[in-house]
């Protein structure tokens, strides 16, 4: 096999300042909501007592399982030694980095006290999955640090292979974590399925990669690099597997749903009765963010265009959203049942599908968590040599 | 014992006066042995709390009277829960529940608080550790260390905790408040420490409805104890066997 | 090319960190109003008080929280009814201003606590809370048992 060259990009050109501008911006915009957010009070939210976790945790949480999935493909040069994908493994790893301090910065600046960050790192629960996953995305960082290191050293070439291992278990334990993190409330009818976790797994493969494949590609392009469509078409099939993968774990978690009595109702809920809750799981989830992506993969005609392909990762990322908003804002809104048998009435909420708009500020936080990941990408690749200077297609 | 003396003189006379309706005659006399016997029990201040007691509640709806709001107005009032216009967002300790049977339409009325679980959600999720269960069975916040991340709130099966949306002025010196923390129901600590009972039940039997006993659940010989096991009572949601302090006759 | 831009971006970050230290220059003096009265001492020597106040408080905060201790001498609620008391002009100093007990010293030695945030910054009879409440409640029953009645509002 023929050696790959790595090179920093020049990034000197008004593009590129433009573009770290813009996200900066977008960032800024960001911590201005945070200010207001955290000086007022979560009032000012669309997030409340009934629906507790709100568009932040649908960003962070989206952000930190594309995380793990976006180091799929240095895993899978490296663990399943497929050299194909050996020269995009570096990139792979600075985007999981990435990717999950976007979700880690959402997540901590929507704490209703981010200023006992302090505490948050020097008092563990043990028993908390939460405290677990905080270890997780610590080591995540160390790992998959050491691993790009390892990568980029020729000393350290060698063990680049163990690392790489490491860090494929370790991002399967993480994402375990992540989907835990819902499957332990036994209380909520929308998350007492142990399969959870598999299906959080199996969702980090397909957004980890439309990230990937999208910020390879916009690098590429605005780089004026060469990136051939041998490579480009791999993932664009593996993306498709992966899309598929994820519709069918859909699918099998609804209707195992359907086979426990005590699930109907959510089910009812979900599928059927929850107004814009059902429009967003159908519409948003299923057809654009599920099926049009995977017909537009396998679709005749436009196999090597990236136009297509760029269309089709957005649609899966904007699908990726829409199934945290199901997973989270959902499975909140369906009423708790503590009195099986009885119609329920109160002054807090009781027995309604709570109601839940977000507000701008909680958006701006999300998106300029998405913002802080894209920056780290786009300053890295700038100062080290994380790109290939050319992927055209071998021969 | 004459410090205890006057202390019951004037707990007596606070009762009286917080009612607002009952005959307060009738209350000075019903009082004196129940406060006696809670002052006599009551642990000194400086002595920590201990295992062998388990502060519970039994709740009998049957006495509950609808639109009777006694025990929340008294736990508003004595944890200084202001009402912000924002019912979505504001702190409720105590809710009222209307309950309707769907087969036979029957109805009838509770106050859902924190059950205080043994085995509590909240206190295994908590990642700082923060939600805790002292020793005698109170599930409490300590809201020196939350973060305010809300994962209790998520993995409460009653939806009894709240998070404080914005910030709380003129608290009171003994239920400390404020922005960016999660509170419930603390079965009045501050006062059970001192051998009182929680503002609610205090209120509900002031109203006269009688429908809210508190004790020591370990007791045998404690009223709770004994109407338990006279009577009976449900836990909430006992499937999921967290073993609540909270009982509930009637449902 | 690469070096100015990595220059420049360590400049940026370096300003940002050194903000606070430069921003906050000459903070005057704290004006420490202590209460006054024939034997009214602290609940330690002044010395003792000065250099470990917070230790005392924070190890109280535990013992309440945790084994329900509710020992009065060190507990913050009693910090503040001796500590804070009306001025000369009768208005009690809010912990907004340098005037509260406990604010100026910390403001001059660039202390920030949070404690008020939720705690009570006064005694208890001088928080209004408008409608009638624990705070009223009890103060009204003082007035009520010296006056020699028991029997209620009417």
Same mark, same amino acid.
């Not at chain 1, 195992?256 to 948003?284: A, D, R, V």
């Not at chain 2, 009551?42 to 049957?62: C, F, H, Y």
């Not at chain 3, 705070?135 to 009204?140: G, P, R």
């Given at each position: 096999?023929?050696?790959?060259?790595?090179?920093?990009?020049?990034?000197?050109?008004?593009?590129?300042?433009?573009?770290?501008?813009?996200?900066?911006?977008?960032?800024?915009?960001?911590?201005?909501?945070?200010?207001?957010?955290?000086?007022?009070?979560?009032?000012?939210?669309?997030?409340?007592?009934?629906?507790?976790?709100?568009?932040?945790?649908?960003?962070?949480?989206?952000?930190?399982?594309?995380?793990?999935?976006?180091?799929?493909?240095?895993?899978?040069?490296?663990?399943?030694?497929?050299?194909?994908?050996?020269?995009?493994?570096?990139?792979?790893?600075?985007?999981?980095? #990435? /990717? &999950? $301090?976007?979700?880690?910065? @959402?997540?901590?600046?929507?704490? %209703?006290?981010?200023?006992?960050?302090? +505490?948050? *790192?020097?008092?563990?629960?043990?028993?908390?999955?939460?405290?677990?996953?905080?270890?997780?995305?610590?080591?995540?960082?160390?790992?998959?640090?050491?691993?790009?290191?390892?990568?980029?050293?020729?000393?350290?070439?060698?063990?680049?292979?163990?690392?790489?291992?490491?860090?494929?278990?370790?991002?399967?334990?993480?994402?375990?974590?992540?989907?835990?993190?819902?499957?332990?409330?036994?209380?909520?009818s929308a998350?007492?399925? #142990? /399969? &959870? $976790?598999?299906?959080?797994? @199996?969702?980090?493969?397909?957004? %980890?990669?439309?990230?990937?494949?999208? +910020?390879? *590609?916009?690098?590429?392009?605005?780089?004026?690099?060469?990136?051939?469509?041998?490579?480009?078409?791999?993932?664009?099939?593996?993306?498709?597997?992966?899309?598929?993968?994820?519709?069918?774990?859909v699918a099998?978690y609804h209707l195992?749903n359907l086979y426990i009595t005590?699930h109907h109702g959510f089910e009812k809920f979900i599928l059927m009765e929850g107004g814009s809750y059902t429009k967003i799981f159908w519409i948003g989830q299923i057809i654009?963010?599920? /099926?049009?992506?995977?017909?537009?993969?396998?679709?005749?005609?436009?196999?090597?265009?990236?136009?297509?392909?760029?269309?089709?990762?957005?649609?899966?990322?904007?699908?990726?959203?829409a199934?945290?908003?199901t997973?989270?804002?959902a499975g909140?809104a369906y009423p708790?049942?503590?009195?099986?048998?009885?119609?329920?009435?109160?002054?807090?909420?009781?027995?309604?599908v709570?109601?839940?708009?977000?507000?701008?500020?909680?958006?701006?936080?999300?998106?300029?968590?998405?913002?802080?990941?894209?920056?780290?990408?786009?300053?890295?690749?700038?100062?080290?040599?994380? /790109?290939?200077?050319?992927?055209?297609?071998?021969? | 014992?004459?410090?205890?003396?006057?202390?019951?003189?004037?707990?007596?006379?606070?009762?009286?006066?917080?009612?607002?309706?009952?005959?307060?005659?009738?209350?000075?006399?019903?009082?004196?042995?129940?406060?006696?016997?809670?002052?006599?029990?009551?642990?000194?201040?400086?002595?920590?709390?201990?295992?062998?007691?388990?502060?519970?509640?039994?709740?009998?709806?049957?006495?509950?009277?609808?639109?009777?709001?006694?025990?929340?107005?008294?736990?508003?009032?004595?944890?200084?829960?202001?009402?912000?216009?924002?019912?979505?967002?504001?702190?409720?300790?105590?809710?009222?529940?209307?309950?309707?049977?769907?087969?036979?339409?029957?109805?009838?009325?509770?106050?859902?608080?924190?059950?205080?679980?043994?085995?509590?959600?909240?206190?295994?999720?908590?990642?700082?550790?923060?939600?805790?269960?002292?020793?005698?069975?109170?599930?409490?916040?300590?809201?020196?260390?939350?973060?305010?991340?809300?994962?209790?709130?998520?993995?409460?099966?009653?939806?009894?905790?709240?998070?404080?949306?914005?910030?709380?002025?003129?608290?009171?010196?003994?239920?400390?408040?404020?922005?960016?923390?999660?509170?419930?129901?603390?079965?009045?600590?501050?006062?059970?420490?001192?051998?009182?009972?929680?503002?609610?039940?205090?209120?509900?039997?002031?109203?006269?409805?009688?429908?809210?006993?508190?004790?020591?659940?370990?007791?045998?010989?404690?009223?709770?104890?004994?109407?338990?096991?006279?009577?009976?009572?449900?836990?909430?949601?006992?499937?999921?066997?967290?073993?609540?302090?909270?009982?509930?006759?009637?449902? | 090319?690469?070096?100015?831009?990595?220059?420049?971006?360590?400049?940026?970050?370096?300003?940002?960190?050194?903000?606070?230290?430069?921003?906050?220059?000459?903070?005057?003096?704290?004006?420490?109003?202590?209460?006054?009265?024939?034997?009214?001492?602290?609940?330690?020597?002044?010395?003792?008080?000065?250099?470990?106040?917070?230790?005392?408080?924070?190890?109280?905060?535990?013992?309440?929280?945790?084994?329900?201790?509710?020992?009065?001498?060190?507990?913050?609620?009693?910090?503040?009814?001796?500590?804070?008391?009306?001025?000369?002009?009768?208005?009690?100093?809010?912990?907004?201003?340098?005037?509260?007990?406990?604010?100026?010293?910390?403001?001059?030695?660039?202390?920030?606590?949070?404690?008020?945030?939720?705690?009570?910054?006064?005694?208890?009879?001088?928080?209004?809370?408008?409608?009638?409440?624990?705070?009223?409640?009890?103060?009204?029953?003082?007035?009520?048992?010296?006056?020699?009645?028991?029997?209620?509002?009417?």
């Amino acid at each position: 096999m023929k050696k790959i060259e790595y090179s920093a990009i020049k990034g000197n050109s008004l593009g590129y300042y433009g573009l770290l501008g813009g996200l900066g911006l977008l960032m800024l915009i960001g911590l201005l909501a945070v200010w207001h957010m955290e000086h007022q009070g979560h009032w000012v939210t669309g997030m409340n007592n009934q629906i507790v976790w709100g568009m932040p945790h649908v960003f962070a949480v989206f952000l930190i399982v594309a995380a793990s999935g976006a180091l799929n493909v240095a895993s899978v040069a490296s663990v399943f030694r497929k050299e194909e994908y050996e020269p995009l493994a570096r990139l792979s790893g600075l985007l999981a980095i #990435a /990717l &999950l $301090a976007g979700g880690l910065v @959402v997540l901590l600046l929507d704490l %209703g006290r981010p200023d006992r960050l302090i +505490v948050a *790192m020097t008092y563990y629960n043990f028993k908390s999955i939460f405290a677990w996953n905080i270890i997780l995305y610590t080591g995540f960082f160390a790992i998959v640090g050491i691993y790009i290191w390892f990568m980029m050293d020729h000393n350290m070439y060698k063990f680049k292979k163990t690392a790489g291992m490491a860090a494929f278990v370790w991002r399967l334990i993480l994402t375990t974590g992540t989907g835990s993190i819902f499957g332990f409330l036994v209380a909520r009818s929308a998350y007492d399925a #142990a /399969l &959870l $976790a598999p299906m959080f797994i @199996v969702m980090s493969f397909a957004f %980890g990669l439309a990230i990937f494949i999208l +910020v390879l *590609m916009a690098s590429y392009h605005w780089s004026g690099r060469e990136l051939g469509d041998e490579i480009v078409a791999r993932l664009r099939n593996l993306l498709g597997v992966f899309i598929a993968a994820v519709l069918y774990f859909v699918a099998v978690y609804h209707l195992t749903n359907l086979y426990i009595t005590e699930h109907h109702g959510f089910e009812k809920f979900i599928l059927m009765e929850g107004g814009s809750y059902t429009k967003i799981f159908w519409i948003g989830q299923i057809i654009l963010g599920g /099926l049009i992506p995977l017909a537009l993969v396998y679709a005749p005609g436009v196999k090597n265009c990236r136009k297509t392909l760029s269309l089709i990762c957005a649609l899966v990322i904007l699908g990726g959203l829409a199934t945290m908003y199901t997973v989270i804002i959902a499975g909140q809104a369906y009423p708790l049942q503590i009195f099986p048998g009885y119609e329920v009435t109160s002054s807090f909420f009781d027995g309604v599908v709570n109601d839940y708009t977000p507000s701008i500020y909680e958006i701006a936080l999300g998106v300029g968590g998405v913002a802080v990941s894209l920056l780290i990408v786009a300053f890295v690749i700038k100062v080290l040599p994380f /790109l290939p200077k050319s992927l055209a297609d071998s021969k | 014992m004459s410090a205890n003396k006057s202390k019951v003189a004037v707990n007596n006379s606070r009762r009286a006066f917080l009612s607002k309706t009952a005959s307060t005659a009738g209350m000075i006399t019903i009082a004196p042995g129940v406060l006696l016997h809670q002052v006599a029990n009551a642990k000194p201040d400086d002595q920590p709390i201990s295992e062998k007691v388990r502060w519970g509640m039994l709740i009998d709806t049957n006495k509950c009277e609808k639109g009777c709001t006694d025990c929340i107005d008294a736990c508003n009032a004595e944890h200084s829960l202001t009402d912000n216009g924002r019912p979505e967002s504001d702190t409720q300790y105590i809710r009222k529940v209307t309950l309707r049977d769907k087969s036979t339409g029957h109805e009838l009325s509770l106050p859902l608080m924190c059950q205080h679980c043994e085995t509590a959600p909240c206190v295994d999720v908590c990642p700082t550790g923060a939600s805790f269960t002292r020793k005698d069975g109170i599930a409490l916040v300590d809201k020196h260390i939350c973060i305010g991340c809300r994962y209790c709130m998520m993995a409460c099966p009653y939806k009894a905790r709240s998070f404080v949306h914005e910030a709380v002025k003129n608290q009171t010196l003994s239920a400390p408040r404020g922005k960016g923390t999660v509170e419930s129901c603390t079965m009045c600590v501050h006062r059970v420490d001192k051998g009182e009972t929680p503002a609610c039940v205090e209120a509900c039997s002031k109203g006269m409805h009688d429908a809210m006993i508190f004790g020591d659940l370990n007791d045998p010989n404690s009223k709770i104890s004994k109407s338990l096991a006279q009577y009976g009572g449900k836990q909430l949601r006992a499937d999921l066997q967290l073993n609540t302090a909270v009982r509930y006759r009637g449902i | 090319m690469t070096n100015r831009f990595l220059r420049i971006t360590f400049l940026l970050v370096g300003l940002g960190l050194l903000y606070p230290v430069l921003g906050s220059a000459d903070t005057p003096k704290p004006v420490i109003h202590e209460p006054e009265g024939e034997g009214v001492k602290c609940v330690h020597p002044e010395e003792e008080m000065k250099r470990n106040h917070m230790n005392y408080i924070l190890h109280q905060r535990d013992d309440t929280m945790y084994d329900g201790i509710r020992t009065e001498k060190h507990s913050l609620a009693n910090c503040i009814d001796c500590h804070v008391q009306p001025g000369k002009d009768g208005k009690i100093a809010s912990i907004e201003t340098e005037e509260h007990f406990c604010k100026g010293c910390h403001e001059y030695a660039a202390v920030t606590i949070d404690c008020f945030e939720c705690h009570a910054d006064r005694p208890q009879k001088f928080i209004n809370r408008g409608g009638k409440n624990n705070a009223s409640l009890q103060q009204d029953l003082q007035t009520m048992l010296s006056a020699g009645t028991a029997s209620g509002d009417q």
